[in-house]
């Protein structure tokens, strides 16, 4: 069964949060049903400037072949996935229907409630 601890999630805070910083994202790592890590971009003065106002999921397996993401957000969203799934593992088997996963990710950008804010940089 997916289990994520609170130690785990805080251990994961603390190499996100200067990732967040080189790339000027300010976002928030949760835990969602003690199952999924999620980590949600609330605002942003470099990334994700299309996606102002906005409320989307991204597919952390094929984000690398998507031409919604400029290079710049590809490499911030691989390095906070890499972070994510640091210490997991995944023994699925299709073919006998066995799942078995630590646990599950999530990256978001933007909440239903409090969509995404693209910040301009320039002062």
């Known amino acids: 069964m997916a289990y994520i601890s609170q130690e785990k999630k805080k251990s994961a805070e603390a190499v ?3 990732i967040c ?4 994202v ?20 470099k990334l994700f400037q299309q ?3 906005k409320e989307i999921d991204i597919n952390l397996y094929r984000f690398q072949d998507s031409e919604k993401y ?3 957000e590809k490499e ?3 390095k906070i996935y890499c972070v ?18 630590g646990w ?3 990256f978001r950008i933007g909440k239903f409630d409090k969509p995404f804010v693209f910040v301009d940089g320039q002062v």
């Open 16 to 18: 996100i949060k200067p």
């Open 21 to 24: 910083d080189q790339y000027g």
């Open 26 to 45: 300010k976002g928030r790592l949760s835990i969602r049903h003690h199952s999924a890590l999620v980590f949600t971009a609330h605002s942003s003065t």
């Open 51 to 53: 996606f102002d106002g």
């Open 70 to 72: 400029t290079e710049i």
């Open 76 to 78: 911030f969203i691989a």
């Open 84 to 101: 994510m799934r640091a210490g997991n593992h995944n023994n699925s088997d299709i073919m006998t229907d066995y799942h078995d996963v």
């Open 104 to 106: 599950y990710m999530d």
